[in-house]
């Protein structure tokens, strides 16, 4: 079993059709495949193959612009997104207001392996407090579940894809077990700066966790951990294993890893699901809707053939949606099911977002030196107010953390730009000098942060607007509470003075949270819109992501989140999946489904 058509896909039968392959459908597919379901997974997206397809040795001066964004690649000429960014051609959103700072943005990866194959790979856990946020200060929703439900499952998760960090038992910021996580890089200078002065004012910096191999995973252990007791799953996976290299710290991780280093859905969920001969897989398949048995329950999808335009029809005991967040939304929307509670499209949430930087003068003019390491997090700052927020001193709920930006990686279009607030603008001899003494002496803090599910930020079917296959699309409403706006100027405050704290200098001060904050749905985070809960009136899903209305449809990306932690979130996504394909295999194998 592999990729197959769709007309192939028509003829046979499948225990569970699992729509999106991202960081849900592939997690899910793993999960069910490695443990014998026969699993048809549909994904709107072409194919998309890392081993052939990265343009990893190239330089940026290879590209035209150098590179650079554009509204087509806005992460660059590189970036592995294919057929995706804010908009995607023919598949538009609407916003249900004209002020810029009550539109969402919504970003989709029309490709197998959707947005794992460019995302940041920052992943970290969600701590205790941040599943009984509502107990904890009376606002939004507690979690039906606590980490130590989750736990488990954030260990597996590590252990498969490969996370460095350390175990460092602070405030609301978990320790992995023992032997799970891989060892931290070494931290850039600049990040060893932060870490030095931001000492001073109390704030922690501590190692990045991100899903990176800094070793190469130990897969005489690993999968005997991961998969007890199934000798076939085992051996797949210890062969799998070997063939992922570790990170030669040398290329950026956003145009994705041919030599399987990171985490991709595409060559860490997928390889070994195939192996084991249960997983079909249909690429250019866009889901419509979910059809219904007499019974009420789940029948199968809808899909178009993106290059044919046909509609096919597929049946399956268990129907999965892993399409993110607010593509499941708008499945369920437009197949009118799961909805009793009225809750389908409610509390879409993002992560706030306000970022900050400026420039060091002990950074100049270093000798050269490579320091793109595992390009990205090598250090950051978890949250560390706790205990001032529950006393009421902020003015604001919920905390936030740092993720640092710095050092000298492969010069881009705009390295040397932007220089006049510091030198009153050059060119020529002087222009260079300028370019070599402040390349690597600039340093950024992005401040990613919790928003508060309100009733003001949801998605609805659009009345009259359909996409080219003859969809209806999504309206967005988005309003950030006072939470988040003071969120976002505290970021920019406290970053000032760390940079302060660094004898460094800014260009622009700190501002207030209206201007701070980016607009929601920009950190790319979007979770939320069918949560899960205790109660079916006023939840979509239970803890499992399944369905309060319709017991054999699962729900595994992001839409149950009932919170969104500062941590971002597709971690957290994953566990989630492995916990809940586990209790698809469960009732299924009891005949429960
Ligand atoms: C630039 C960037 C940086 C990021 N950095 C981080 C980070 O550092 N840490 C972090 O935790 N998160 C990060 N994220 C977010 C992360 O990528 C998502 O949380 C994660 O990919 C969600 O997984 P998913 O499977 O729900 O969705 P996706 O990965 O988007 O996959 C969904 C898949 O479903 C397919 N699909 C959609 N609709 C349909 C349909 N109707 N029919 C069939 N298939 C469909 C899509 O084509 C796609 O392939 C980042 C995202 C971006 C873009
Ligand atoms: S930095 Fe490492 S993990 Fe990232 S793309 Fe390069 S080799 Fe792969």
Redesign the pocket.
Known sequence: MSFVSAAEADKKAYDVIV???????GQTAYTLTMDGARVLM????RRYEPAIETPMMQTNGDAPLRGAGTPEKP?GFWDATIDGGWGVPGEPYTSASDDPARKFMW?????L????N??????LRNGPYDFKPYTRDGLGFDWPIGYEDLAPYYDKVEMLIGVYGSNEGLENTPNSSPGVLLPPPKPRVSDLLIQQRSKKLNIPVIAGHRAVLTTRLDHQRLPKLLHPGNAKAQKILAEDMQKRAACFFATPCGRGCSIRANYQSTTVHLPPAFDTGNLDVVTD???RSITKRKDGGAEGVV?IDRKTGTEHRVKARVVVL????L?SVR?LLNSGVANSSGKVGKYIMDTVGANFSGQVPLLENMPLHNEDGVDGLHLYTPWWLYKEQLAGKLGFARGYHFEFGGGRNMPGMGTASGLEWLNGGTYGRKFKEDARRYYGSFVGFAGRGEMIPNEDCYAEIDPKVKDKFGIPILRFHWKWSEHELGQAAHMQKTAAEIIDAMGGRYSVKPQSGDKAIKQGGVI??EVGGAIMGSDPKKSVTNSYGQCWDMKNLFIT??ATLCSNADK????T?MALAWRSAEHMLGLMKRKEL
């Open positions: 729509v999106g392959s991202g960081a849900a459908g549909l994904e709107a997206g992460f970003w989709r990866a029309r490709m392996g959707g947005r794992t460019h995302w940041g790979r920052i992943s398949a866009m889901v899909y892993a399409a993110s967040a593509e499945i790319i985070h990306d992001g971002n979130p597709t971690l996504i």
